[in-house]
């Protein structure tokens, strides 16, 4: 959680966020690609986090890995005309609430604020395993105040700051032990996150660029 | 709002001679300083950063452009935004053009109103009227909601995130554009000119055709030339309603530079649109100025 670059100060776990009332619960990540899931499926790009962990996942599913993607994007192609929505990954929650599309990949945050506006949506683990990324706080090189800085860090993923940020309508996942966490969050302590995939952002992030302009080129009319 | 007024014409209105001697370009200065600093300058930059091999921006070269004029796609993206462009304009002229004769000939009482609500749209943000498009076109918006309980369709019709929706609220959103230049223009139609036609035995669509729509053109062309350049830059309403399948160069530029930080990369998709809306504008510009004869003999 701390190594020389900086420290996780907050969690995200993604998984599979649909509407419970237009569809049946989905298992994983291949029946995000079956009926009756695809023709209310909406899906996003690798523009952020949870959408690139979400498309890996999906790559993983068919025979893929985290430096491969093309099976996402070979099963993607099959699907493309049934697919409900494809849009910006901020416009995924709006298009949830429009009734654009039923089921989509998303974080646990967006599933508790949406449903926080009385939107029918549940999180489902995907049988796969659920997603876990963290947000980290880094020192600017160069910067003056290093002291205030640190203090600041440690007022970050202190308790009460962790209490705070765990309710709505922020709904953070913390990392700090000792903040208890609410039951909208689908684990109950954060020992189980362990158990949750991590991906090495390293090999990830050189690729990120060209998966982008592939995802524009295989997703354009 | 008067249109630009054709390079070169001088207008009759302010007597047929020049309003500054040629020695007192200094009053230009000012404006001109201005403009360099806060917009030249930036251009320059952003034309030099084009001229970069790699996203850190240290090694020259041109491998930013040969990568985008290489790619067949990039030329596809080109063609799709100019022609989102074409067809926002045609579809306002078609809608917006006989509002304006409307508007021509209705007494002023109904002008004032006709006038507020063409203005209406502007009062809001581009933002807030292209969400409001999604309620209206969504699967279970207003469009489809009336469409299904008239039993004119049986399964609701996909208008967000397709090129026809887009087109929609587009024209919605830039009619004000369209429509305030050519009204502009309109207003100021000799409407003895009208009467004349009449009279000499034309019929109404004649007199329309062989009268009205020369006389406008100024303001047609100021209007088409708006509404193109306003609607194939709507990074907003483009991503918004129509998806990240309608790939437009809008969407290419945020990407490049806000999401992969590929700055070179984005300068060059940046100038491509700057190039392409500027071809087109100045061949508008051009029709503009060509059919100020008509208005100017």
């Known amino acids: ?53 979400s498309l890996i996942e999906i790559a993983k599913a068919f025979g893929g890995s985290e430096t491969n993607v093309e099976p996402a994007f070979v099963e993607l192609k099959k699907v493309l005309p049934k697919i409900a929505a494809v849009g910006n990954p901020a416009a995924m929650a709006g298009l949830l609430q429009q009734g654009q599309c039923d089921i989509t990949y998303t974080n646990i945050q967006t599933v508790a604020i949406l449903k926080s506006r009385g939107v029918d949506i549940e999180f489902v683990k995907p049988d796969s395993g659920a997603v876990a990324f963290f947000t980290t706080m880094h020192i600017a090189k160069g910067a003056t105040d290093v002291e205030n800085a640190y203090k600041y860090f440690d007022t970050v993923v202190g308790k009460a700051v962790g209490d705070a940020l765990v309710q709505p309508p922020h709904n953070f996942i913390p990392v700090n032990k000792e903040v208890v966490l609410p039951p909208s969050l689908p684990m109950t302590n954060l020992d189980e996150m362990s158990t949750y ?8 992030n050189p690729l990120r660029a060209a998966w982008i302009e592939k995802f524009n080129k295989e997703m354009a009319k | 709002m008067t249109p630009p007024s054709p390079h070169g014409a001088t207008s009759p209105a302010d ?137 004119i369709i049986s399964e609701p019709l996909r208008l967000l995130q397709t090129e026809l929706g887009l087109v929609i609220s587009l024209t919605q959103i830039e009619m004000p554009l369209m429509l305030l230049p050519l009204i502009s223009v309109m207003s100021r139609l000799d409407p003895n000119l009208r009467d004349a036609s009449a009279a000499l035995g034309a019929s109404r669509w004649r007199t329309l055709f062989t009268v009205i729509v020369p006389l406008s053109m100024p303001g047609l062309v100021a209007g088409c030339l708006l509404v193109f350049a306003s609607s194939t830059t709507a990074f907003i309403s483009q991503t918004v309603i129509g998806g990240v399948r309608l790939i437009y160069l809008p969407l290419l530029i945020w990407q490049q530079s806000l999401v992969v930080f590929n700055w070179p990369f984005a300068a060059v998709v940046s100038i491509a649109l700057l190039i392409s809306v500027l071809t087109v504008v100045s061949a508008l510009s051009w029709l503009g100025r060509r059919s100020g004869g008509y208005v100017h003999g």
């Open chain 2, 15 to 151: 007597g047929g001679g020049k309003l500054f001697a040629p020695s007192e370009w200094q009053l230009t200065l000012p404006l001109a300083l201005a403009f360099a600093a806060i917009f030249l300058a930036p251009l320059l930059m952003l034309i030099g950063v084009s001229f970069f091999n790699d996203d850190k921006i240290t090694q020259p070269g041109f491998g930013q452009w040969a990568k985008f004029y290489g790619d067949p796609f990039s030329y596809k993206v080109i063609a799709d935004t100019m022609l989102l462009g074409v067809k926002t304009v045609c579809a306002t002229i078609l809608i917006g053009y006989p509002l304006a004769l409307v508007y021509l000939d209705a007494p002023q009482r109904l002008q004032k109103v006709l006038i507020f609500v063409i203005v209406m749209p502007l009062l809001l943000s581009v933002v807030v009227r292209t969400f409001a498009w999604i309620v209206v076109l969504g699967r279970e918006g207003v469009v489809n909601q009336l469409l299904l309980s008239l039993g």
């Open chain 1, 1 to 53: 959680m701390i190594d020389e670059w900086g420290i996780c100060v907050g969690a995200q776990v993604v998984g599979i966020g649909y509407n419970p009332k237009k569809l049946p619960k989905p298992k994983g990540w291949k029946d995000l690609l079956s009926d009756p899931w695809v023709s209310r499926l909406g899906i996003t790009g690798f523009q952020t986090t949870f959408g690139t962990v």
């Open chain 1, 197 to 204: 995939v991590r991906h090495d952002w390293s090999k990830i």
